[in-house]
Antibody, heavy 116, light 112 residues
Framework: EVQLVESGGGLIQPGGSLRLSCAAS????????MSWVRQAPGKGLEWVSV???????YYADSVKGRFTISRDNSKNTLYLQMNSLRAEDTAVYYC??????????WGQGTLVTVSS | NFMLTQPHSVSESPGKTVTISCTRS????????VQWYQQRPGSSPTTVIY?????PSGVPDRFSGSIDSSSNSASLTISGLKTEDEADYYC???????????FGGGTKLTVL
């Protein structure tokens, strides 16, 4: 069974850093496209980033230069390194197994709260 | 760049059929596949339609997707409505010009 389990969320002060993890099972992360999608409280879905199986990465303008998507093939885990965090980055962050076009499987999400 | 516009809310009675639209602001709706996601209150999203009209395994055939080039829009149709269908529904497509994804604002479906 395909499963994605996110972790690493929490309360962080503005300007701080946080790394989210997404442990995958039932498939190989490195052979698939993987994405992060976020949802601010009471708001809609927002695409954050994608990493292709070949290693290419792409980011939403709102996070480019501050966030980095990566993976650890030995741990079959996806990451999102988030630096220079802002209040507007407060959201539930979902990890997803995707195609180039959209999401196939969603994780359960992890909440990131940026506040002093 | 383009936007996807959805109605804020729709409502219908159990057993009836409802259609949720998703209109693309520029460029052809047919140029890239459209996906539809369901998000029940307090839950993570799930995919109900991918690649315009494909249903993942486990999604009932009451859910169907289509695109209409004349109105430059995609539609999600749910027939035989059940109270469990009450949720937020989001459309999404890929922008091949910049390799980014675009989400619609979401539609709240009320089944009453």
């Amino acid at each position: 069974e395909v499963q994605l389990v996110e972790s690493g969320g929490g309360l962080i002060q503005p300007g701080g850093s946080l790394r989210l993890s997404c442990a995958a099972s039932g498939f190989t992360v490195s052979s698939n496209y993987m994405s992060w999608v976020r949802q601010a409280p009471g708001k809609g879905l927002e695409w954050v980033s994608v990493i292709y199986s070949g290693g290419s990465t792409y980011y939403a303008d709102s996070v480019k230069g501050r966030f980095t998507i990566s993976r650890d093939n030995s741990k079959n885990t996806l990451y999102l390194q988030m630096n220079s965090l802002r209040a507007e980055d407060t959201a539930v962050y979902y990890c997803a197994r995707v195609t180039i076009f959209g999401v196939l499987v969603w994780g359960q999400g992890t909440l990131v709260t940026v506040s002093s | 760049n383009f936007m996807l516009t959805q109605p804020h809310s729709v409502s219908e009675s159990p057993g009836k059929t409802v259609t949720i639209s998703c209109t693309r602001s520029s460029g052809s709706i047919a140029s890239n596949y459209v996906q539809w996601y369901q998000q029940r209150p307090g839950s993570s999203p799930t995919t109900v339609i991918y690649e315009d009209n494909q249903r993942p395994s486990g999604v009932p055939d009451r859910f169907s997707g289509s695109i209409d080039s004349s109105s430059n829009s995609a539609s999600l149709t749910i027939s035989g409505l059940k109270t469990e269908d009450e949720a937020d529904y989001y459309c999404q497509s890929y922008d091949s010009s910049n390799r980014k994804w675009v989400f619609g604002g979401g539609t709240k479906l009320t089944v009453l």
